[in-house]
């Protein structure tokens, strides 16, 4: 996320109390709206204003209508809201995670492009396959903005996004430097978990397979992709 030089801060506010928008701020001091929806938010702590139509989601500027839908049908067809959790030596870490898989690289880096997010990887399959591109999200502030964007657009995903996007908002709530998890963060953890399990089980339904538990699809994952490689793309 890119920071703004002092003078460029001050006009922002300066703007911001006229009553600007978050895109005609950006285009009034030369930064792209994104950058200036971030500084607003995480550095000034200012709110929208009332007609911005925009404030809901500082990425919704950047993409037209069909191009959003496209980006939410990846989501809920091949894409995957996660919470983690991993235990270490100083108890239980709960973290989220989201990932947007294609086999077109040129799709892969126009998302992550537009939206200054996230970290591309490169998963090399069997030589009569394709490599697949995968954008992982992982940065909390990131999964809150992507899932604010586009949560209206779900529709297979979207309780499990408002469950992750609580949790996000729960942790960002929090001093930096908290690694303790209230009961609300370790009860939102094990619905998201159940609605995995849902899911995993309509999909099956619908390809008229067996059901497996979210552990018993990642095994056969790997069993299926063996011989694969991953690397990271610059």
Known sequence: MHGLRKEKVEKLKELHSKGLN????????????????????????????PHDKYAVSSFR????????????????????????????KGGVNIYPQIQIANTSQELIKWLRGSMNIGKIKVKRQRSHYKPLYI???????DIEQFLEFILPFLRVKRD??????????????????VKTHSPKEEKLYEEVKRLQCRNLENQRAKEGGENLTPEEEEEEGTEGEEGGEEGEEE
């Open 160 to 177: 499990l996004a408002k469950k992750v996007l609580e949790f996000c908002k729960l942790r960002l709530s929090k001093p930096r430097g």
């Open 135 to 141: 954008l992982y999200i992982f940065k909390q502030k």
């Open 22 to 49: 978050d895109r005609q701020i950006a285009e009034k001091i030369g930064c792209s709206a994104v950058t200036v929806s971030i500084q607003r938010r995480y550095k000034l702590h200012l709110g929208a204003n």
């Open 61 to 88: 500027p950047f993409f037209s209508d069909v191009e959003v839908g496209y980006i939410s049908g990846i989501l809920d067809g091949e894409g995957a809201i996660m919470l983690h959790k991993y235990k270490w």
